[in-house]
């Protein structure tokens, strides 16, 4: 992320619907860092179980920020 000032640390926040969209569960966050800190990682882990028909994702930032998702995975057990 890149914040605006260096003395923000803006926040990602994620949540996701297990229905298409019908309903969402609640947001959790994960803080940015401050502006520079290139190195910093965010990840969210321990999301769940998913099931079909899969999960819709959602992101929001708590200040305006420039954020690029660089990838996702998970783990896919193949019985």
């Given at each position: ?31 940015l860092g401050e502006r520079g ?20 994702f959602e992101f929001r930032m ?16 193949v019985n």
């Open positions: 992320g890149y914040s605006p000032t260096y003395v923000d640390e803006p926040i990602l926040e994620l949540r996701w619907s297990e229905d298409l969209g019908a309903t969402w569960g609640n947001y959790v966050s994960a803080s800190a290139f190195n910093k990682t965010v990840a969210f882990r321990s999301l769940g179980h998913m099931r079909d028909p899969g999960r819709i708590t200040d305006k920020t420039r954020f690029r998702l660089d990838y996702a995975t998970y783990n896919e057990r």
